[in-house]
């Protein structure tokens, strides 16, 4: 049964940091396009950062480069989003996503993703 489970959110205020990690199931962790959405409330959900679980390939929205980390544990078949210096701007419900395939990261549509999780809640006061 394919599996994502997300864990790390909480509330925090501006400036501080906090760490989502999502497990895979084995089948959809290898060769798989990952990648964490956001979705503030009245607003349309946005892909944030994805990662090619082969080669530990990243990139990241704009609005987050340089503030935020993806890492990956292989044996634990997880990555892992560290989110620093996060703004009140940064809040919402983060979706952890997976394409399982053989080639890469060639898109942050939604639409282009076939698992998803249940989501975590991102809290970030001024």
């Known amino acids: 049964q394919v599996q994502l489970v997300e864990s790390g959110g909480g509330s925090v205020q501006a400036g501080g940091s906090l760490r989502l990690s999502c497990a895979a199931s084995?089948?959809?962790?290898?060769?798989?396009?990952m990648g964490w959405f956001r979705q503030a409330p009245g607003k349309e959900r946005e892909g944030v950062a994805f990662?090619?679980?082969?080669?530990?390939?990243?990139s990241y929205a704009d609005s987050v480069e340089a503030r935020f980390t993806l890492s990956q544990d292989n044996a634990k078949n997880t990555i892992y989003l560290q989110m620093n210096s996060l703004k009140p701007e940064d809040t919402g419900m983060y979706y952890c996503?997976?394409?399982?395939?053989?080639?890469?990261?060639?898109?942050?549509?939604?639409?282009?993703?076939?698992?998803w999780g249940q989501g975590t809640q991102v809290t970030v006061s001024s």
């Open positions: 990662i090619y679980t082969d080669t530990g390939s990243t």
């Open positions: 996503a997976a394409k399982p395939l053989r080639s890469g990261c060639f898109s942050r549509a939604q639409s282009y993703f076939d698992y």
């Open positions: 084995v089948y959809t962790y290898s060769s798989a396009c």
